[in-house]
């Protein structure tokens, strides 16, 4: 049977793939990878609004990448240049899922990471989500802007 | 009154803000951007099934951004790792349109660049888009690759 995924019991959301674009990143460093964070319907509004805090039904997700260089790229350029989506690293997949009060503990967030294989990560690796985004309280918790 | 866009005459579609993500890529060099590469529908549908040539009727959409370290990010992650859209660059979205017809001459794409004022690249510019793409003919002239 598959394991429930932890603490904050969320499962992947169906469709999250086709959602409208928030931001792109590059995370150096042990992540060293390249990422796109989608939000459904209800993130978008809230960002073009720019009116915090996110309303529940809110859900942003977070693909990540590996960082490799594409030699086809290069060629074309005629220099190394170019860095594209590589295979998935282990931590493929994250969701923040606005719930005012099932989450009232973690500032109205819930959070959720998917491995490259599909299964949530731990629960050790669930409690590290929300003292990281403390610091961005002032944005209701969000690090990531939106890229007009 | 606006110039027109050259060449190609392509104008700037409306809702491509709104399409789905095919992929996310890093320029270093003279360019130094972050950069989303978005599709319609139906550049979406045949990426995903992965039968080329695309149809006519496919629009495929870069926006580019300044590469921005994130001082914010950077905090909680102890170390200078999170790069982020920043400004606008001149080149600031591209488009590629195919037109088997129309287009017949330049592999059946129709390329136009906007700047961050809205306003159309020249007509030099636009003289390069074709020879560039050249390199990716056996991928329907196209470089990015959907990431899943």
Known sequence: MERPPPIFGITIPPGYRDWKLISV?????????????????????????????????????????????????NKVFGRAQSFVPGPAPDWYLQFMVKDSKKYAA?????????????????????????????PAKARDFVFTYYAP
């Open 106 to 134: 973690t500032g109205g967030w819930g959070f959720a990471q998917f491995n490259k294989d599909g299964k949530p990560a731990d629960e050790a690796m669930h409690k590290t989500c929300f003292p990281c985004h403390e």
């Open 25 to 73: 990143a590059h995370e150096e460093g042990k992540l060293n990878d390249l990422r796109a964070i989608l939000g459904n319907d209800t993130a978008i509004k809230t960002y073009r609004e720019g009116k915090l805090p996110f309303p529940d039904g809110t859900i942003i997700a977070r693909i990540a990448w590996s960082y490799v260089p594409s030699e086809e790229n």
